[in-house]
């Protein structure tokens, strides 16, 4: 290959375009289809959540998912600790324990030097490390777009399943990395943002949900799920949606990346923030006081996004203490569950 520098982020095709597949395509696609029925499958298709769940006995259960992507970021093995961070995500979004995984690679070879696939999976292979997970193979295709993520097998015991679908009247909710990272790294696309921004950001993509998942352990906690590609909202209004509960967010407790709301307000947003918004925006009502960027922020489609957490009131503040305690520093309550009004989100 020769010395020109490539930037990974321009072979995607498609960036910046309208998505082909909109939320709620995969459930039409889904619908009325013959799923398997097993007395084990304890989390199964037919109530989406952020991985599936097969009962071995009554001490354990194997927790499975997969996720990938095209680069979001130019530099390969950042590329690659992003992603991996990203599919081990939803393994500690059950509250389970990832343990071995599979690289699932579409690689152009025609175009791209092998090196920067191997400082990919060498990114990747650093975050399966730290979070004590072994590789054990993979698949690999030659395709004209990048493409890299896992398939991750974890553990979790069958009685402490975190769904997305336990919240209960007067929990609190936690949020445990800053939104804005889907018009950030639009903005690093368009030229916008400069090396601290982007390494900050790419950092915290990189950093994962292990440490927000040990703390979750010791603490009343009655719900989970990791925020991604709907959004805040939209992946609130999945826990909200036939919960039996409204939910109430205080949208000036959100953190957040400051450069965001300002490309928002210049209309640097990527096309799954309007997806996010036609696909859940019936299910909102935000108030007065909360401007179009912040709104927009809340409906930011977000890449290996932190855990949000519903856990009881009285152990919120010693959770978010100990969220702290193990590095998890812009932890915040973003919001509380609530009676009225019946399966809506609030914003104020
Ligand atoms: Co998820
Ligand atoms: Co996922
Ligand atoms: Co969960």
Same mark, same amino acid.
């Given at each position: 290959?020769?010395?020109?520098?490539?930037?990974?982020?321009?072979?995607? $095709?498609?960036?910046?375009?309208?998505?082909?597949?909109?939320?709620?395509?995969?459930?039409?696609? !889904?619908?009325? !289809?013959?799923?398997?029925?097993?007395?084990?499958?304890?989390?199964?298709?037919?109530?989406?959540?952020?991985?599936?769940? /097969?009962?071995?006995?009554?001490? #354990?259960?194997?927790?499975?998912?997969?996720?990938?992507?095209? %680069?979001?970021? *130019?530099?390969?093995?950042?590329?690659?600790?992003?992603?991996?961070?990203?599919?081990?995500?939803?393994? /500690?979004?059950?509250?389970?324990? %990832?343990?071995?995984?599979?690289?699932?690679?579409?690689?152009?070879?025609?175009?791209?030097?092998?090196?920067?696939?191997? *400082?990919?999976?060498?990114?990747?292979?650093? $975050?399966?490390?730290?979070?004590?997970?072994?590789?054990?193979?993979? =698949?690999?295709? *030659?395709?004209?777009?990048?493409? /890299?993520?896992?398939?991750?097998?974890?553990?979790? =015991?069958?009685?402490?399943?975190?769904?997305? $679908?336990?919240?209960?009247?007067?929990?609190?909710?936690?949020?445990?990395?800053? !939104?804005?990272?889907?018009?950030?790294?639009?903005?690093?696309?368009?030229?916008?943002?400069?090396?601290?921004?982007? *390494?900050?950001?790419?950092?915290?993509?990189?950093?994962?949900?292990?440490?927000?998942?040990?703390?979750? @352990?010791?603490?009343?906690? =009655?719900?989970?799920?990791?925020?991604?590609?709907?959004?805040?909202?939209?992946? #609130?209004?999945?826990?909200?949606?036939?919960?039996?509960?409204?939910?109430?967010? $205080?949208?000036?407790?959100? %953190? =957040?990346?400051?450069?965001?709301?300002?490309?928002?307000?210049?209309?640097?947003?990527?096309?799954?923030?309007?997806?996010?918004?036609?696909?859940?925006?019936?299910?909102?009502?935000? @108030?007065?006081?909360?401007?179009?960027?912040?709104?927009?922020?809340?409906?930011?489609?977000?890449?290996?996004?932190?855990?949000?957490?519903?856990?009881?009131?009285?152990?919120?503040?010693?959770?978010?203490?100990?969220?702290?305690?193990?590095?998890?520093?812009?932890?915040?309550?973003?919001?509380?569950?609530?009676?009225? %009004?019946?399966?809506?989100?609030?914003?104020?």
């Amino acid at each position: 290959m020769n010395d020109a520098i490539i930037r990974l982020t321009q072979t995607v $095709k498609g960036s910046g375009c309208a998505a082909k597949l909109a939320p709620g395509d995969l459930d039409r696609a !889904l619908c009325g !289809l013959d799923l398997p029925v097993d007395p084990n499958l304890l989390v199964g298709l037919e109530r989406a959540d952020d991985a599936g769940v /097969y009962k071995i006995s009554d001490e #354990l259960a194997l927790v499975q998912t997969v996720d990938f992507f095209p %680069p979001m970021v *130019d530099e390969p093995f950042s590329f690659g600790q992003i992603a991996a961070a990203n599919a081990l995500s939803d393994v /500690y979004a059950m509250g389970g324990t %990832p343990r071995t995984a599979m690289n699932i690679v579409a690689f152009p070879g025609r175009t791209l030097d092998i090196s920067i696939l191997r *400082d990919i999976i060498e990114g990747g292979l650093s $975050k399966m490390r730290e979070a004590g997970v072994v590789l054990v193979g993979g =698949h690999t295709i *030659d395709d004209p777009e990048l493409k /890299y993520g896992l398939s991750v097998t974890g553990f979790i =015991h069958p009685a402490r399943i975190l769904t997305k $679908k336990n919240l209960q009247f007067g929990d609190l909710l936690l949020l445990t990395k800053p !939104l804005g990272t889907g018009i950030v790294t639009t903005a690093i696309k368009a030229g916008f943002a400069d090396k601290e921004l982007t *390494d900050r950001v790419t950092l915290a993509m990189a950093t994962l949900n292990m440490a927000a998942a040990e703390a979750m @352990a010791g603490f009343a906690v =009655h719900a989970c799920t990791d925020i991604t590609g709907f959004g805040f909202l939209g992946h #609130l209004a999945e826990m909200v949606v036939d919960s039996g509960c409204g939910v109430l967010v $205080k949208s000036r407790e959100i %953190p =957040h990346y400051s450069e965001a709301l300002q490309w928002a307000d210049m209309g640097l947003i990527p096309a799954g923030t309007y997806n996010n918004r036609n696909f859940r925006g019936a299910f909102v009502d935000f @108030a007065d006081s909360v401007s179009m960027a912040i709104q927009d922020l809340l409906f930011d489609p977000q890449t290996s996004g932190g855990l949000l957490i519903a856990v009881a009131a009285a152990d919120a503040e010693p959770l978010v203490a100990a969220l702290k305690a193990r590095g998890v520093g812009c932890a915040a309550i973003v919001g509380e569950v609530v009676a009225k %009004p019946f399966g809506r989100i609030v914003v104020e």
